[in-house]
């Protein structure tokens, strides 16, 4: 009898685990922090209310922070470090990006991850950027957050950038190669043309018949060989020292491109000063 109950009881277990998988990477569930009070009790509701409902649309995650003090990390280094060792991200590729107000380097840094970085392209990046810094430099810090949310949640509804397909296995973009139907129908005309043309082309220059033609091959086979010799004079050679252009260093304010942070995860994103 006991040995009947616990193989009903495995064979229960069994049964729940099959219907409830246990998901690959749960996210933190605290995605506001308002760390450095630049929201009132109301605009952090709001904020989070649309961390929440962007979550629920696009499956990727969203944090929004705010910081006094950076512990001299630059912004985008902060952010995604932060984003990385408290669990954030949605899948296998921790899939969601970070918004982070930095208060003591003056910065506001979009940092993305997973799918979120395939989706925002570097132009789409700016665009981000040109919505929320008009709110920043007026100390709207709220509504520059939810102009954060709400921009990168439209892109999602628009789609991969054009000419791309996301690869949910490897988390890379391909390039899609296509041809429409108009560029097919100009193609094969031109085609046709060019084939016509060198065809009559060939057949013009090949119709003269044997019987009628005979090429003078005694005036006009006649070898001439002459004899060339170049002597070197003198060389010269000069030197001269081009320096090498020299590079500087300064605050990111746009957005592209890609690094890796503390972890070892790649990331994407764009920040600016206010």
Do not use: C
């Given at each position: 009898?006991k040995?009947a109950?616990?193989?009903?009881t495995m064979?229960?277990?069994?049964?729940?685990?099959?219907?409830?998988?246990?998901?690959q990477?749960?996210?933190?569930?605290?995605?506001?922090?308002?760390?450095?009070?630049?929201?009132?009790?109301?605009?952090?509701?709001?904020?989070?209310?649309e961390?929440?409902s962007?979550?629920?649309?696009?499956?990727?995650?969203?944090v929004?922070?705010t910081?006094?003090?950076?512990e001299?990390?630059?912004?985008r280094?902060y952010?995604?470090d932060?984003?990385?060792?408290?669990?954030?991200?949605?899948?296998?590729?921790?899939?969601?990006?970070?918004?982070i107000?930095?208060?003591d380097?003056?910065?506001f840094?979009?940092?993305?991850s997973g799918?979120?970085?395939?989706?925002?392209?570097?132009?789409?990046?700016?665009?981000i950027l040109?919505?929320?810094?008009?709110?920043?430099?007026?100390?709207?810090?709220?509504?520059?957050?939810?102009?954060v949310?709400?921009?990168i949640?439209?892109?999602?509804?628009?789609?991969?950038?054009n000419?791309?397909?996301?690869?949910e296995?490897?988390g890379q973009?391909?390039?899609q190669k296509k041809?429409?139907?108009?560029?097919?129908l100009?193609?094969f005309?031109?085609?046709?043309?060019?084939?016509?043309?060198?065809?009559?082309?060939?057949?013009?220059k090949?119709?003269?018949?044997?019987?009628t033609?005979?090429?003078?091959?005694?005036?006009?086979?006649?070898?001439n060989?002459?004899?060339?010799?170049?002597?070197?004079?003198?060389?010269?050679?000069?030197?001269?020292?081009?320096?090498?252009?020299?590079?500087?260093?300064?605050?990111?304010?746009?957005?592209?491109?890609?690094?890796?942070?503390?972890?070892?995860?790649?990331h994407?994103?764009?920040?600016?000063?206010?």
């Amino acid at each position: 009898m006991k040995l009947a109950i616990k193989y009903y009881t495995m064979l229960l277990f069994g049964l729940v685990f099959f219907l409830f998988p246990t998901p690959q990477h749960a996210a933190n569930e605290i995605k506001v922090l308002d760390h450095a009070g630049l929201f009132t009790l109301e605009e952090k509701a709001k904020v989070e209310q649309e961390v929440k409902s962007f979550i629920a649309a696009t499956n990727m995650d969203a944090v929004v922070l705010t910081i006094n003090n950076a512990e001299g990390y630059a912004t985008r280094d902060y952010a995604a470090d932060f984003y990385d060792y408290n669990g954030y991200g949605i899948g296998k590729h921790f899939d969601g990006f970070i918004f982070i107000i930095d208060m003591d380097n003056r910065e506001f840094y979009v940092v993305t991850s997973g799918k979120t970085h395939a989706l925002l392209s570097d132009s789409r990046i700016n665009t981000i950027l040109d919505n929320a810094e008009p709110y920043m430099r007026n100390g709207n810090y709220a509504l520059a957050s939810q102009s954060v949310i709400n921009t990168i949640e439209q892109f999602n509804l628009e789609g991969m950038p054009n000419g791309y397909i996301y690869n949910e296995e490897t988390g890379q973009l391909i390039k899609q190669k296509k041809i429409t139907g108009l560029e097919f129908l100009f193609a094969f005309v031109i085609a046709s043309i060019a084939a016509i043309a060198a065809y009559a082309s060939v057949n013009t220059k090949y119709s003269l018949k044997k019987s009628t033609y005979s090429y003078p091959y005694t005036s006009q086979g006649q070898l001439n060989l002459s004899t060339q010799k170049n002597d070197l004079v003198d060389v010269r050679v000069t030197k001269r020292f081009i320096p090498r252009p020299t590079t500087t260093r300064g605050t990111t304010t746009r957005g592209g491109g890609s690094f890796t942070s503390g972890s070892g995860r790649s990331h994407g994103g764009g920040g600016r000063g206010f």
